[in-house]
């Protein structure tokens, strides 16, 4: 159990890391850094010169940095399959008595290897919108998936965690809300961003700022929901702290955390309204926007089972 | 350990974590940033001197200054041409109000395509300016140009012409190929074309 605990734990971090090259592989342009998938321009390994470009890809596509940033991006998504397949089979071997980390186990599985599939159609489909979204909204669940079984694989161990924990009343319903709110928000962002690529295509020599401002709606709704969401993430955040009983530790620290994610990610909001987007604050935004999601759901399992215990 | 101790060690444990990634975040993009931008010099221009099909001399010198998109094709050709001047009409419409980049077609086929006919290829391209400019003059001249100049084959014209199209910067040197009928490539155009603009004097 302990190996299982363990190695869940693993994959979790590795979700976070996977997401971070992610985003870091969408702000440095090499999405299509490899323009084939599973191979990169017809071979396993990315070409390190243009003379090993086949001729059926035009030379003008192959960039060696945007292709072995891409390619590292397939690896650690790979090897985080390998990972989270380990650790499904661990579940099934050593967990079937717990139907919570069986089917957060299980889910897991099958949604990382969705997530490597629908990549070769947002490949395919030349980085479309869309697909980019539901690449994102996939590697979130993943996440969630993946917080729930590693949750649920510590209850298993210490099964009288939450025991004596009384949370406000509505906690779970007002958090609910705000991951609901999240989800909504992490979508809005990749729209956003696609809609900005394509800005950027067709008005190449703009500035980042005349960009943002031809988004119009879209860019005043993610605005308007984050200060929505900070604000019951404060009121939340407060509640949590200081009317919880016996308020677990893991709870405790997740709240304080989606305290401060949601500052940082706020102020970030300011940095672009006002100098624009730089690649470094993207890449964090859309992390962190991960990792709040993720505590947002830590405490949710936590009150849940507080709940059951009452 | 407290909850309190252990929280601080949590939280200042994330400090240098996220430092460290946000080094390799910077050098990442950095990287890419830097591949895209610094884009080889393939070849640089001779001397040249065509007719635009404004009547007027065009050559080296109008390249200079200048980044260029040029390109080789014939107005009655029903193979590739079409969609390569599709493609070469959406850049123009993408760089309205840039006349720091402009757009050359230079046709393989000078028999045919009197000045008459290229204005009215061009008009039906959407072409109301000067930085699309269609250029003609002696087939031996073009077809030099086309292999010694632009380091493309030109055998066979004007039915056998490259597909490709050519960035030039503007010292008129040759930055970049790419396939003038295919949609990603034209997406990896405008980034270089974005990027070399943003270098310009």
Avoid at chain 1, 148 to 177: G, W
Wanted: hydrophobic fraction near 50%; charged fraction near 15%.
């Amino acid at each position: 159990m302990k190996v299982f605990r363990r190695l869940a734990l693993i994959s979790t971090i590795g979700t976070y890391l996977v997401i971070f090259i992610g985003g870091l592989v969408r702000v440095s342009g090499a999405g299509l850094g490899c323009p084939d998938w599973p191979k990169c321009f017809g071979r396993w390994f990315p070409p390190t010169s243009i003379d090993q470009v086949p001729g059926y890809f035009d030379a003008s596509r192959f960039n060696i940095v945007l292709a072995w940033i891409e390619y590292i991006n397939r690896l650690c998504g790979m090897t985080l399959g390998i990972l989270i397949l380990i650790t499904a089979i661990l579940a099934v071997k050593h967990c079937r008595h717990n139907f919570k980390v069986m089917v957060g186990a299980l889910s897991s599985a099958i949604l990382v290897t969705l997530v490597g599939f629908q990549g070769a159609f947002v490949i395919s489909s030349e980085l479309e919108p869309f697909a980019v979204s539901i690449h994102m909204l996939l590697a979130l669940l993943l996440a969630s998936a993946m917080i729930y079984t590693t949750q649920h694989a510590y209850y298993e161990e210490d099964k009288r965690t939450e025991e004596k924990t009384v949370y406000p009343s509505r906690t779970q319903k007002f958090i609910f809300m705000i991951w609901i709110i999240t989800g909504i928000q992490v979508v809005l962002g990749t729209q956003m961003r696609s809609k900005l690529e394509i800005l950027a295509q067709q008005f190449p020599l703009k500035t980042d700022l005349e960009w943002l401002d031809q988004l119009g709606a879209f860019s005043h709704s993610h605005m308007g929901l984050g200060l929505i969401m900070l604000l019951l993430t404060i009121l939340a955040g407060r509640r949590i702290l200081v009317g919880t009983k016996s308020l677990p530790a893991l709870a405790r620290n997740a709240t304080i955390a989606m305290l401060v994610l949601i500052s940082i990610q706020i102020l970030l909001g300011f940095v672009f309204m006002l100098i624009g987007m730089p690649e470094l604050a993207r890449v964090f935004h859309l992390w962190i926007a991960s990792m709040f999601f993720g505590a947002t759901l830590i405490i949710y399992n936590s009150a849940r089972r507080a709940r059951s215990h009452s | 350990m407290s909850k309190h101790s252990q929280t601080k060690m949590i939280f200042g444990l994330f400090i240098p974590i996220g430092l460290v990634m946000a080094l390799i975040a910077y050098f990442v993009v950095d990287r890419a940033k830097e591949s895209v931008s610094d884009l080889p010099v393939i070849g640089e221009i001779p001397q040249f001197v065509l007719l635009a099909s404004d009547s007027t001399a065009f050559g080296t010198e109008e390249l200079k200054g200048k980044l260029s998109v040029v390109d080789f094709i014939f107005t009655h050709c029903k193979g590739p041409c079409p969609v390569m001047s599709a493609n070469m009409a959406e850049l123009y419409d993408k760089f309205d109000g840039h006349p720091e980049i402009q757009f050359v077609s230079i046709t393989v086929d000078p028999l045919t395509d009197s000045l008459g006919v290229m204005q009215e290829y061009a008009a039906n391209f959407g072409v109301d300016d000067k930085r699309w400019r269609f250029l003609t003059g002696q087939i031996e001249d073009i077809a030099e140009l086309c292999e010694k100049g632009f380091l493309l084959a030109a055998d066979d014209l004007p039915g056998n012409h490259s597909t490709k199209f050519v960035l030039l910067d503007d010292q008129a040197r040759i930055r970049g190929y790419y396939d003038g009928r295919d949609p990603a490539s034209m997406t990896v155009l405008t980034t270089h074309i974005q990027s070399l603009a943003r270098q310009l004097p």
